[in-house]
């Protein structure tokens, strides 16, 4: 029911930017936070940033903080993570979630625990690359 749709990924040289979108459906999309995560290969997924829709509340991990920025626009159920100064470490497969109680709290194959949220709800992810 819950589905989340993310765009934006490309490859970019060290010091570049690129601008992700995640859209949201299938639940109250204000009521619950999303939130953006870097899986790089062989490695776990990590939070990056979340919001909170229905107040704009951010969080952001620390190695971003500065250089990346994560904002929504509620009228289309989208939020967005603007990277900018990219580095090579910021490369990997980047997901968009949203809140486990999005679906009443029923279980999902995969939750994840960031700044106060357990996400559960996936978008299947758009690729991050960036070369030295």
């Known amino acids: 029911q819950v589905h989340m749709v993310e765009s934006g990924g490309g490859s970019v040289s060290t010091g570049g930017s690129l601008r992700l979108s995640c859209v949201a459906s299938?639940?109250?999309?204000?009521?619950?936070?999303v939130g953006w995560f870097r899986q790089a290969p062989g490695d776990e997924r990590r939070g990056v940033a979340m919001?909170?829709?229905?107040?704009?509340?951010?969080y952001y991990h620390d190695s971003v903080k500065g250089r990346f920025t994560i904002s929504q626009d509620n009228s289309k159920n989208t939020v967005y993570l603007q990277m900018n100064s990219l580095k090579p470490e910021d490369t990997g497969m980047y997901y968009c979630?949203?809140?486990?109680?999005?679906?009443?709290?029923?279980?999902?194959?995969?939750?994840?625990?960031?700044?106060?949220?357990?996400?559960?709800?996936w978008g299947q992810g758009t690729q991050v690359t960036v070369s030295s």
């Open positions: 299938g639940y109250s999309y204000s009521s619950y936070s």
């Open positions: 919001v909170y829709p229905g107040g704009g509340n951010t």
């Open positions: 979630a949203t809140d486990v109680r999005a679906s009443g709290g029923r279980s999902a194959p995969m939750m994840l625990f960031f700044g106060g949220v357990e996400f559960a709800h």
